[in-house]
């Protein structure tokens, strides 16, 4: 009986290539979207999963409390981890853990014996205590974790990079000197070699420098008694296992009145810690920063939905083309009733050949994701796999899944076939019923409606993501060479290169900083003006700056002026703020606050700073977050910058690197010249953005692509229902035009309906994404419009397509049988 289901649903897919071809492709469409995407999302909800302790590992956070508003922050103060390892038996161990944010890029070199100085920027470096490594778990090839970070100045290098340092040479024990603008210029002695694993982690380190033996260390011991300030560290618990967690926090309250009461008190605010579990650091944090950028729920909910959407759209297709074409299997239903076959029988019949149809789709999806998973990758920044030995379970849950897509596809289509009454089908009295004419209608206006929601979905992101590039930073990010000093070397000789390129004839300025915008900046002031007291000072990032680095930028200036070689007798006690740290300081004008002093107070003494300038406000930070104060010093020491930045002009880029990279050398010979451009590093903090428009685009395709493939079906068969309805309409006069009009109309007012609905779900489900970002595009009335416009255009040509061909047939032939 088998053998023989088989035969006929074979004999059935060999009969009609055409409407077998739609099916399986676009089954074998759907299921290659969701198994990528599910690859995608198996990926981000298994982050630090295989940490042996994942369990029992938490992250410290702090939540600020001030006037009544509350802000989350990953990091915690240098000293609280001790202090609350002394002060609670729950917790096991501590580690803390510091990105070295000064930079995006850490000089490494390599002095061999008799043999030239190797230089090398690696990037994604950071700096952890001697217990890193006993809480988290890697696989080391050289060294013993558990005591690899115990000495000072001591480093732990990521395989990649002890190979391209000493090659096949073992790296243990082995000198590096390390550049780092967050922790010196030291040597440091490998002690570890670790493999990075393949599963993912919210820890995306390529080298880790010892807690001891740098400028971190000495800061920290500098900090040793300020538990309120300073949040720079990220810190974890490693608690024994079976704590109470929530019993646990229960008691941070008292440890903040204990340590850091007063100070908090004194400076008008407050502050909460509160744990988070290792494996929700990525997606359930609530945060917008920690060691990597999290990721976001909300964007694995958009991806799932068109997953399951672009699957149920093929579903739909198989249903529509099955019922549709009913009338081709009523005689065969007719017969097998007569012979004695039963309604459960043909159920199982017809039920078997969706599910042999989709095992077909399935081997088509497997082969498109195998061959379409380097692209993906590249698309969503992922290292994803689908192999037998490694995704051996979801291979299996595929498989599950592609005979559950049979299942539903085919459910309605079975039991609307097997209910066929053999009398009037043998007779040739069969007609589609009103309910399955108007089912197959409700389906095609659910496919359009997803097709129309992606396609506003995608112009909505598209438009945003534009709105990223081109908006107005507020300062020129276009043509900034960003050159980094990292080396004693590189930071003693920037006046010297500072004078040679200021020589070229395509530099118009030079400047340097500690910070760049679009780079983390963990430095600030609470300050508060003449008549106040640090109760009512305002959070004001800092940065410094050389006397040339605003003008660099093209900073403007809305009061007062700007650092300037002009101005010779300007210190570090003179201070250029925004706009915004004007106003919420709680001056008047920026003309006013010109020439005021603002103060900070810091252990018990107070410092004074003369406001010189007040700058337009700008975006430091990408445009996810709002412009709140920053403020700029002069940095009189020229030889501790961490970044130089050249502004540019003109069309021969390449040449004027070069006579860049020249000056470099001459001046500093042993290390090589590196660059990037500004407006190219402020974009890298869309990428989780770029790459969700990315992906919604290539999936609205598909989408789009199975949909009208199912509308063409559709549109065939309903031309070869119509065909002698044709030939007398051409033989009584009917234009092809006319003709084309009567078989669109009736599809066209579906997808008319379809974009009424799809409108307003779009632009609700737009809106909520739009909430993350503090300066977005609004969502106007010509987003609905191109792709309404879309959707008909694409609509009509599919059917068009089938309605000429039937328009330009010879009445002769559709007519003859008569």
Known sequence: MIRTYFKIAWNNLRKNKVFSFINIFGLAAGLACCMLITLYIRNEISYDKYHKHAADIYQLGTNFIREGKETKMSGTPAPVAQAMQFEYPEIKQTTRLLALFNEDKTLLQYNEKNAAPQSFYETKGYIADSAFFRVFTYDFLEGNPATALNEPRTVVLSEEIARKIFGNQPALNKLLHISSGTNGDYDFMVTGVFRPVSKPSHIDARFFLSFKGGEIEQLANRMATNFANNNMFFTYLQLKPGTDVAALQAKFPAFIDKYAGKDLKAQGFYKKQFLTKLTDIHLYSGMNQNVTPPGSVTYLYILTSIALFTLLIACINFMNLSTARSSKRSAEVGIRKVLGAEKSALVRQFLGESVFMSLIAFVFAFALVWLLLPAFNKLAGKELSLSFSQNTISIIAFLALSVITGIVAGIYPAFYLSSFRPVKVLKGRFSNSLAAVSLR??????????????????????????????????????????????????????????????????????????????????????????????????????????????????IKPVAGRLFSEAFPADTSFRMVLNETAIRDIGFPSAQDAVGKKVYFDYQGQQYGFDIVGVVKDFHFEDLHLPITPYGYQLNSNLDNFNYMLVHTRGADMRALLSSIGEGWHRLNPNEPFEYNFLDEEFQKNYQAEDRLAGIVGYFTMIAILICCLGLFGLAAFSAEQRVKEIGVRKVLGASVSGIVGLLSKDFLKLVFVAIVIASPLAWYIMNKWLQDFAYRVDISWWVFAVAGAGAVLIAFITIGFQAIRAATVNPVKSLRTE
């Open 441 to 554: 209608k409700g389906l095609v206006v659910f496919q359009f409606v997803i097709s129309v929601a992606l396609i506003i979905s995608s112009v909505v992101i598209a438009s945003q993501m534009r709105y990223l590039r081109s908006a107005d930073l507020g300062f020129d990010k276009d043509q900034q060479v960003v050159i980094p000093l990292r080396s004693a070397t590189a930071k003693q000789m920037y006046p010297s290169l500072k004078n040679e390129l200021a020589k070229l004839p395509g530099v118009t300025n030079v400047g340097a900083s500690l910070f760049n915008p679009g780079v983390f900046n963990p430095s600030d002031n609470l300050l508060y003006k003449e008549g106040q007291t640090m109760n009512d000072a305002k959070r004001t990032r800092m940065n410094w700056v050389d006397a040339g680095y605003l003008q660099t930028l093209n």
